[in-house]
Every structure is written in C-alpha cells, then in structure tokens.
C-alpha cells in the first residue's frame, strides 16, 4: 500500500531572500524538504500533497516548487489563490500547465474576500473546472457558506480541507469537536465534492490511539464513500497537538477498515483526484 498524504506545509526558516509574511509559523521554526522526507519516513509515509504555507507565503507557491523538483517522486504541490485577482483564468492556466501542480486552494477567511455570493469567489472554481484541476476548499466553521459555493460551482471537483471542521492547533481540543458534522454530512448529496479526513487526530477527546474518531470517521467515510474521501495529517500545523507519527498510525493500524479501503483512504482516491500520476 502506498501512503500518500493529502496535505502537508513545507517551509524553511525566514531569511531576506524568503521572508515570512506571518511572524510565526504553524509548527516548528523549519520544516524544509530534507525534515520532510524524514519526517514521513519516521512515520511511514511514502508521499504527500504540498499545500503552499498561506501563514507564512501568502500566494506564492515558489518554496514547494523547489521541494517538488528536488524531490519529485514524492511530491506534488497545491498553491492557494487570491479571488480577487482579475487574471484568475490566465493564473490557473499556467498552473495547470506546470508539472508537478494538482490543484488550487480557495479559503473563506476573514482577511480575504469570502462572501459565497460574490462572484469573484466563484471564478477560480470555474477556471479550475476548464482547466481540469480540483479546488481544496478551507470552509472549517464556515460549512454554511462552503455550502452556498459548492452550489454555485457544479462542474469543479471540491475537495473540503480538514473534514470542514474547526481544528485546534494546541489542546485541548473542542468540548464538542463534531457538532457541525452534520453540515458535512449533507454535502455528500453533491457529486462533485470530496472531503479530506485530515487533521482527525485533533478533534479527539481520548489520548493516543484516539479511539473516539472513528464513528464519526465512518459516517464521513459512509456518507461520500471511499472514492470520495481521503487521509491526512495537516502536518505541520497539528505538532501543537500530537507528532505525525501519532496522526499516521491510528489509521494504518485500524482493524475498522478492510484492507481494500484502507488504500483506497490513505492514497488510491487521492491518486485519482488530483490526478498523481499524470502531473
């Protein structure tokens, strides 16, 4: 089974050729390429799906580009993008076109522009629809308006982060961590979303091996089916909470999943959504 996870951040240190936009990062003060691949081979994990750091990047994807090239067998990279800027279907194009891109990410934050009825929100789900890429969508705490776009953009493959759910970067963790599940729930009515199981780990109310996600794991799992779901971590942003291997091996060691959708989960959907193999 290959174990691919559908999100990471790669960054290194700040410095005057890179500065960090945020003061902080998420997670430790590095995680360049080289801790990465050996912080997946601790745990486990053969690949990963690079989400360019928004905290500390903004919209530019140049330092895991520079992670993919050096190690490209292992990675691929999702960069996130500005609706508000007016050459939306040039700026995806050229992604699309870009080996080692698999998709965009749109967040609903309140720093940026994030009303689903603005059309501007919708534009980049619409060019990733003519150019063949999915959208990871951050709507956590927000399921509502996440709703309302994925309404209004049928044709775009919607891949929801982190389960739409609010996640804590330290503990504890939510007195009630799934209240809004049912939000998500109701979204699997829509072909064309998928959901990311990532970040799980956080929400548990129990110490290690967290046994307390997994109903709520399989209703997600029941809900979209295990073509329409797939595993990650969120690493770096959870370290607050637990070490990647902790966030790996609860679901590699689960006798709650076959075989079968255990590699469908942690790599076979993925590998098909963001098409891996072609990119």
Not at 10 to 33: F, I
Request: hydrophobic share 40%; glycine share 6%; charged share 25%.
């Amino acid at each position: 089974m290959r174990v691919i996870d559908v999100q990471v951040h790669t960054y290194e240190r700040s410095h005057p050729g890179r500065p960090w936009v945020g003061a902080k990062a998420h997670g430790p003060d590095s995680a360049d390429g080289q801790e990465m691949v050996a912080a997946m081979r601790e745990a486990g994990v053969d690949a990963a799906i690079l989400v360019s750091a928004y905290s500390l990047y903004r919209f530019d994807p140049s330092y895991a580009m520079e992670v993919y090239r050096r190690y490209p067998d292992r990675f691929r990279v999702v960069k996130p993008v500005n609706v508000t800027d007016p050459a939306m279907d040039e700026l995806v194009a050229d992604w699309a076109g870009t080996r080692g891109a698999v998709g965009i990410r749109v967040m609903l934050r309140n720093e940026l522009l994030s009303d689903p009825a603005d059309p501007r929100v919708s534009r980049p789900f619409q060019a990733a629809a003519r150019h063949g890429l999915p959208v990871n969508f951050l709507c956590w705490g927000r399921l509502d308006d996440g709703a309302e776009v994925v309404r209004r953009n049928p044709d775009t493959v919607i891949v929801i982060d982190h389960l739409g759910l609010l996640q804590p970067n330290h503990p504890p963790p939510p007195a009630e961590p799934w209240a809004d599940l049912p939000k998500l729930l109701a979204l699997a009515a829509y072909p064309n979303v998928r959901v990311k199981i990532s970040g799980a780990c956080t929400l548990s109310l129990q110490p290690y091996p967290y046994g307390d996600i997994w109903d709520p794991v399989l209703r997600v799992i029941d809900a979209f089916g295990i073509d329409r779901c797939m595993w990650g971590t969120d690493w770096t942003r959870t370290i607050g909470m637990l070490t990647y291997r902790q966030a790996t091996a609860p679901f590699l060691e689960t006798t709650r999943l076959s075989d079968s959708d255990k590699a469908r989960l942690m790599g076979g959907t993925l590998e098909t959504v963001y098409h891996w193999n072609e990119r």
